[in-house]
């Protein structure tokens, strides 16, 4: 059974930083394309980074690109999301996703099979 369970949400001000973890069991995270979407009351899930499953490609939405860093730590089977610079817009529900699909290239977000429960991220100005 695939659980991909996350951490390491919280308040912040703005400019400030935080690091998301994402756990994964039944998986290795290396053998998937991973990624980090977010969903703000109102608005479409929004996919904000992805990492292939062979790390030859990544994406970041514009909207955090130079300030969010997505990296994985295979011995801990974990994906990680820095967030730097933090502004008020990036307040949303953050949650991980695996896809099997995206050996060399980023899924569509509908691709993504296992996803984790969610993690809240507020920054406040």
């Known amino acids: 059974q695939v659980q991909m369970v996350e951490s390491g949400g919280g308040s912040v001000q703005a400019g400030g930083s935080l690091r998301l973890s994402c756990t994964a069991s039944?998986?290795?995270?290396?053998?998937?394309?991973m990624g980090w979407f977010r969903q703000a009351p109102g608005k479409d899930r929004e996919k904000v980074s992805c990492?292939?499953?062979?790390?030859?490609?990544?994406y970041s939405a514009d909207s955090v690109k130079g300030r969010f860093t997505i990296s994985r730590d295979y011995g801990k089977n974990t994906l990680y999301l820095h967030m730097n610079s933090l502004k008020p817009e990036d307040t949303a529900m953050y949650y991980c996703?695996?896809?099997?699909?995206?050996?060399?290239?980023?899924?569509?977000?509908?691709?993504?099979?296992?996803w984790g429960q969610g993690n809240q991220v507020t920054v406040f100005s």
């Open positions: 039944g998986l290795s995270i290396a053998s998937y394309a």
């Open positions: 996703a695996a896809s099997f699909l995206g050996s060399n290239y980023c899924p569509a977000s509908r691709d993504f099979a296992f």
């Open positions: 990492i292939s499953w062979t790390g030859v490609s990544t």
